[in-house]
């Protein structure tokens, strides 16, 4: 029996996996996230109605340096859509001047405004400005397993719900183009002691080392 | 310093001892199989890979788990099931909240937070804590009803790491049990050649599918103790397993009663090691007693310590721990008969249709389409993160393809072989019992809470890891029992899937959470 015939069709299987399987999935190019305002609902979504002139104001909310746009539902009632204005503050005088949001929808769906990123990493807070006549509401939440650090504020007073808010890098990226923010990402609130650059290590290790030990133990395994 | 007659001091004596021992280890280490050595690697690595790629309490139940052993290292004591001054320790909370990692459990397009400003608050809240705000998390606690043994163990990684920040704590907690899987895959090893004697290539095709198999490193590299009850029963077949072959001893049934004992202070599923823990000493007292052993009445002794040994913790953790009003009852969910309707022919029904259409005469099944695909599929193979990270359907369906392949050949191989089976029968009595008894408590719970909550079967693929040894030894039978070449091939090929999936898991996570 040749020796090579195991370890050879284990290492064909994992290499013709990767070119089928991995290989698409890492070139498929997404959204990246830059972080999360607030979560949207699990399953029950509650309306957050803005009258008109009102302003939204989503505090404690991480703005990272990546931040292009900030990303929320708004579910129009009877009018079409009244225009909308967001801005973004934080400490350390950053602030990225109100932009227009066209309004005229008429069906819920996903709204979208660019922002300034800040220089530096700021928890702040994005706010959305009603500048139409009509009111609108924004998709919200009050579940329990949703709510996280922020706080909604409709014209200075709090709100239960938390209105769901993503802000988004700009353009599209690779999950490939994306593997040294996931391991910057990853790094974060896992301890003392680790860091990106033990990451990587552990990178190497997971996609090289571990199918180089398994055909290596393949092959020691038809030894005496 | 006290010394004894000749002059020598007892602590010294400890040292030398325990240099002795490490030495011996260290030697059996190096003298350990090559292909053993390298799984034995992977797995840590990808143990390490998990409980890194993970954000904090994004392993299921992690949050209670977690707050369930912190509670009980602090204050020595379990936290309530029912009542209390909070799920979390203030610290927890503050944790959860600062990474948003509550609000990021089950929902895909959530992120936990990760930039230097969210640390800098966490940061700035850590240096407000104090030990009271690590010891305020008393219940409720829906792990609250799970006996104390795992949360013990995970006590000693907190209690050691009390240095470091939670997330620290929580790290070495997940190492901690990372451990036990990669004991796990050394374990398989040694079953496999318990069952097929020094056949290199089968143990190194059962260890290798213990080591690859995704749910088990994920499962037994974060905070559950679903992990530390694949140990626990992996070790007990061993031990099992090691009484049949190479006879009764007292260490050995001590380990047994221990492993049963350990089985049932874990989790309400613990409790169904007690048949294969009656089986095996009823067929180890037939084997020894038909085979005229003198020692036998000795070795009925040592049995009855066995299940002593397993009764007595877990009788003296039932009467010391207070069963609180609404938790259920002995164990909570896992075993509670409590104010149900317990009726065998529709509990046969139910179970009945998990696996196969419904017959004309039966009832239709309580609850959810869910059955065999969902758990022994979708749910062992693989569900991450809290059950939203999966992977691509077109996965599970060749998955559920190999399984009924494997199963019809395992059918086969057995028939083929029908001899070799009889004479290792009491081997195939024991091992059958022990995924018997897992599967009917699985089915029997499940049955009794979609009595009383009809949409939660309460049945999940990380409930099988137990049963991984058999999982792994059904496999490595087949797989030897073909012609050589074909052998090879098909146990190379079952190796580089189990790399691919395991992968792909791990990948699949990190761009859910952090890309």
């Known amino acids: 029996m040749r020796r090579w015939m195991a370890p050879v069709t284990t290492a064909a299987i994992i290499l013709i996996g990767a070119l089928v399987w991995f290989a698409p999935f890492v070139s498929r190019s997404r959204e990246p996230i830059s972080s999360t305002g607030a979560s949207p609902p699990f399953s029950n979504v509650t309306p957050v109605r803005l009258p008109a002139s009102s302003v939204l104001c989503m505090t404690d909310v991480t703005i990272d340096t990546d931040a292009r746009i900030a990303q929320f539902t708004v579910i ?93 890098a700009r353009g599209h990226r690779t999950v490939l183009q994306e593997v040294p923010a996931v391991m910057r990402h990853m790094a974060a609130f896992k301890g003392s002691f680790v860091s990106a650059g033990l990451l990587w290590i552990l990178l190497l290790l997971v996609v090289l080392g571990v199918p180089v030990l398994v055909v290596r133990a393949v092959a020691a395994s038809g030894r005496p | 310093m006290s010394t004894d007659a000749r002059g020598r001091s007892p602590s010294r004596d400890l040292r030398k001892r325990i240099r002795v021992r490490v030495a011996r280890s260290a030697r059996a280490a190096a003298g350990a199989p090559r292909p053993l050595v390298l799984l034995l690697v992977v797995a840590a690595i990808l143990s390490l890979a998990w409980s890194l790629s993970v954000p904090g309490f994004q392993a299921p139940d992690e949050e209670p788990h977690f707050a369930y052993a912190q509670y009980l290292a602090e204050t020595g004591s379990p936290p309530h099931l029912n009542v209390g001054t909070g799920s979390l320790s203030t610290e927890a909370k503050t944790a959860v909240q600062t990474a948003q990692l509550h609000s990021l459990v089950g929902i895909p397009g959530a992120r936990p937070a990760w930039t230097s400003a969210d640390l800098r608050l966490w940061k700035d809240q850590e240096a407000r804590i104090g030990s009271g705000q690590r010891s305020d998390g008393s219940g409720p606690n829906r792990a609250g009803a799970n006996p104390p043994l795992y949360y013990l163990y995970e006590a000693i990684p907190y209690r050691a790491s009390l240095w470091g920040d939670l997330y620290t704590r929580l790290l070495a907690m997940r190492l901690w049990t990372g451990v036990l899987m990669v004991l796990t895959v050394a374990m398989v090893w040694a079953i496999a050649g318990e069952v097929f004697g020094p056949d290199r290539w089968r143990q190194t095709v059962a260890a290798g599918v213990t080591a690859l198999q995704p749910m088990l490193g994920y499962i037994g590299s974060t905070v559950s103790p679903d992990g530390f009850l694949a140990f626990i029963w992996t070790a007990f077949v061993l031990v099992a397993l090691r009484i049949l072959r190479r006879g009764p001893s007292l260490r050995r049934f001590l380990a047994l009663g221990v492993l049963a004992a350990a089985s049932m202070l874990t989790h309400g599923r613990g409790l169904a090691i007690v048949p294969p823990l009656i089986v095996v000493l009823l067929v ?232």
């Open chain 1, 76 to 168: 129009p009632g009877a009018s079409p859509a009244p225009p909308l204005r967001v801005s973004a503050n934080g400490p350390d005088g950053y602030h990225s001047p109100e932009v227009d949001v066209p309004g005229g929808q008429r069906n819920a769906g996903p709204q979208t405004a660019s922002i300034r990123p800040p220089t530096h990493p700021v928890i702040g807070e994005i706010c959305v400005r009603n500048a139409g006549r009509v009111a609108i509401s924004l998709v919200g939440t009050t579940e329990d397993r949703t709510s996280g650090r922020e706080q909604a504020v409709i014209d200075g007073a709090h709100i239960k719900p938390d209105v769901q808010l993503t802000l988004l």
């Open chain 2, 284 to 515: 180890a007292a037939w084997r020894y007693r038909a085979a005229g052993q003198p020692d036998w009445r000795r070795h009925l002794g040592w049995a009855t310590a066995a299940i002593a040994l397993a009764a007595g913790p877990v009788l003296a953790w039932r009467l010391l721990h207070h069963i609180e009003p609404g938790g259920g009852g002995l164990y909570g969910s896992q075993a509670s008969f409590a104010g149900t309707h317990f009726s065998v022919k529709q509990l046969v029904g139910v179970t009945w249709q998990f696996y196969f259409h419904k017959l004309p005469f039966m009832q239709a099944r309580i609850g959810p389409d869910y059955g065999y695909r969902q758990v022994f599929i979708e749910t062992f193979f693989g569900t991450f993160g809290s059950l939203e990270v999966r992977y691509p359907a077109w996965v599970y369906d060749r998955l559920q393809l190999g399984a009924a392949v494997g199963l019809v050949a395992l059918v086969a191989t057995t028939a083929w072989h029908a001899p070799a089976f009889r004479r290792n029968i009491d081997v195939v009595v024991v091992l059958s019992t022990v995924g018997l008894s897992m599967l009917a408590l699985l089915h029997i719970a499940s049955y009794l809470n979609l009595l009383q909550a009809p949409g939660d079967p309460v049945f999940t693929g990380r409930y099988l890891l137990p049963l991984i040894s058999l999982f792994a030894l059904a496999i490595a039978w087949v797989v030897g029992a073909l012609p050589r070449r074909a052998s090879l091939v098909t146990g190379a090929a079952v190796l580089g899937v189990g790399v691919l999936m395991s992968l792909a898991a791990l990948g699949l996570s990190a761009a859910r959470f952090y890309a």
